[in-house]
Nanobody, 120 residues
Framework: VQLVESGGGLVQAGGSLSLSCAAS????????MAWFRQAPGKEREFVAA????????FYAGSVKGRFTISRDNAKNTVYLQMNSLKPEDTAVYYC??????????????WGQGTLVTVSS
């Protein structure tokens, strides 16, 4: 049971970054996938989710129009394309697998996180 994120790093405000999360096949096929993030001193917050059928996606208001979640079921991978990044997007980003929801408690599997730092 594994979720492994990659793609984090340092980027200037206004720039772009793409995150990837590779999952084991059994987790990926049966579950919706989501991205959450946690900034220092703050609670973990929802970013985006995509259903297992790829029919539905939804986003937090703070990232809607700037971030895009997608998944490749053949590669068991979920992506988060982040554009027009802002310093307030700085956080550790986690991918998760579970029910299609914006609530962390609905997700059973979590990656280790990848740090995204946006400089002003």
């Amino acid at each position: 049971v594994q979720l492994v994120e990659s793609g984090g790093g340092l980027v200037q405000a206004g720039g772009s970054l793409s995150l990837s999360c590779a999952a084991s096949g059994s987790i990926f096929r049966l579950n919706a996938m989501a991205w959450f993030r946690q900034a220092p001193g703050k609670e973990r917050e929802f970013v985006a989710a995509i259903s297992g059928s790829i029919i539905s996606t939804f986003y937090a208001g703070s990232v809607k129009g700037r971030f895009t979640i997608s998944r490749d079921n053949a590669k068991n991978t979920v992506y988060l394309q982040m554009n027009s990044l802002k310093p307030e997007d700085t956080a550790v980003y986690y991918c998760a697998a579970g029910a299609y929801s914006g609530r962390p408690a609905q997700y059973d599997y979590w990656g280790q996180g990848t740090l995204v730092t946006v400089s002003s």
